[in-house]
């Protein structure tokens, strides 16, 4: 693989719909769960960590089209 290809690879950035936001937030809420029930509660901390930042981003992308659209008016 070349250089350039190398440098392009790292720059690909995963789009997700808010739908498909929240259904990995659900899940990562299952396997806390999951986890807390079979006594692995690191594990659960951690999928409760990525739920967080899952919510985070859901914040704001509200908060950034929120803007927008005051900056519209």
């Known amino acids: 693989m070349s250089e350039s290809n190398v ?3 790292n720059d690909i950035i995963l789009a997700l719909s808010r739908d498909e936001l929240e259904t990995i937030r659900e ?3 299952q396997l806390s769960l999951n986890n807390n029930r079979h006594g692995f509660e690191a ?3 951690h999928a409760d960590n990525l739920r967080d930042k899952i919510v985070n981003i859901i914040l704001d992308s509200v908060q950034r089209r929120i803007d927008k659209e ?3 008016v």
């Open 7 to 9: 440098d392009f690879a």
């Open 27 to 29: 899940s990562l809420r």
């Open 43 to 45: 594990r659960a901390k």
């Open 70 to 72: 005051k900056e519209l």
